[in-house]
């Protein structure tokens, strides 16, 4: 009989103040299992990598890739920060040092219609006692957001169905474990169509399942966000002598919290170290130079908002825009401006979205925005793509003037695709919208801070 320890993170979003503890308390673990002869795994799964942290947009993630190394993870998917999180000459190199499998099989690359030659669609591990547990993987197939990029997301159902498909066929495996970055309600759903695969590792929707959750013969886990928590699977693995089939008992899993865990007092001065190595790298690239200085506010209307607007009716060619002061979290000085300023000020993975409407879909459109001005200048906001505090104050550009819209003639609106991710803009849900460019809001500021450098 074996005893296999398979541990599990999902959705650290570069939060790597957890990072010293968790490092140390799977080091330890792992060399207390091996010590009593057991196997011990560990497994990643997606959105490891957040460009927030000033120390991965530095180094296009390539320090999360070095983390990775160093525990070192045994098998990792691609989450929705990689993968769209990314312009894709990024993704395509971000990988390229790991020491360690890359599996998924729902995104493929638009000009080949397969997979990059680093990500594998299935991976089979062979443990200790012979018994092969074949790992499949899946993230949520943002269609918009993958395309604008190069990547054709595909139906993860669809690829799971194929990929099981070629290994029954084959007879290679075992036992399926899938890696999934699709969320915990399609992670209940794909149990009860696979009830074959035992163990569903889940991410995405940060949930915290601290025993995991059963779905018929499927065991889910789910280990939350920001390293708060490191998932432990744990399972026996006997070999039938008749038909030299496996059989897996005692399978169960448990969250260890990570502030439970041991720190030791060059923590803190290590955490800094990455976030002011990262903050100096971008520090040193210079975007270009302001004649005056921008000021930025999360609650109301600011210059650097204004200035945005501008930015993005001029890189998209859109007739108006709009966006709220939440996004806008510092603000520049006149003068030099480097990509630490322009990380600090907009740190979210956004990009932004033209769509073309009528002008009385238009006037539909700014009285709901009017309407939601009280409820949302306050309100809260997480998740999205969203990296600040609060919504804030709407803003249109300068130009814009209502009175003015004619009813029957066509439109191009700009904003941010944050926009229609949210559940409160009804109106502008309905209609279709295009991602202008696969660069983030940031990068399109910058553009235009060279642009006018060049006037």
Known sequence: METIHIYHMNDWHSHFENWPRVYRYYQAAKANHQTQGETVYLIDGGDFCDRQHPLTEASDGQANIEFLNDLPVD?????????????????????????????LNNIVDIDTASLPNYIQASHIIRTESGARILFLAA????????KVIGWQPLDPIACISQELARHQAAEDYDFIFLISHLGLDVDRELAQYFPEIRVIFGGHTHHVLPLGEWQGETLLTGAGKYGHYLGHLSFQIEQNPDDDT???SELKDQLIASHDMESQPGDQALINRWYNQGNSTLN?????????????????????QYFTLEAIKWATGADIAVLNSGLFLNSLGQGRVSRYDLHQALPHPMRVMTVELSGKELLVIYQEFLSLQDQLINQEIKGMGFRGNIFGQLAFDQAFN??????????????V????????FKKLKELDYQLASPKFLRQLVADYVQFINKE
């Open 75 to 103: 098998l990792v998917t691609i989450g929705n920060n990689e993968g769209i999180g990314n312009l894709k000459p990024h993704l395509n190199q971000l990988y390229q040092q790991a020491n360690f499998p890359v599996i």
């Open 139 to 146: 993230t949520a197939p943002y269609q918009v957001s993958y």
């Open 246 to 248: 496996y059989q897996i």
């Open 284 to 304: 040193q690239q210079t975007v270009g130079y302001i004649a005056s200085s921008l000021a930025a506010s999360e609650h109301q209307v600011s210059d650097l």
């Open 402 to 415: 209502p009175d003015e819209i004619q009813i029957n003639q066509n439109y191009c609106l700009a904003s």
């Open 417 to 424: 695709d944050h926009l229609v991710y949210l559940p409160y």
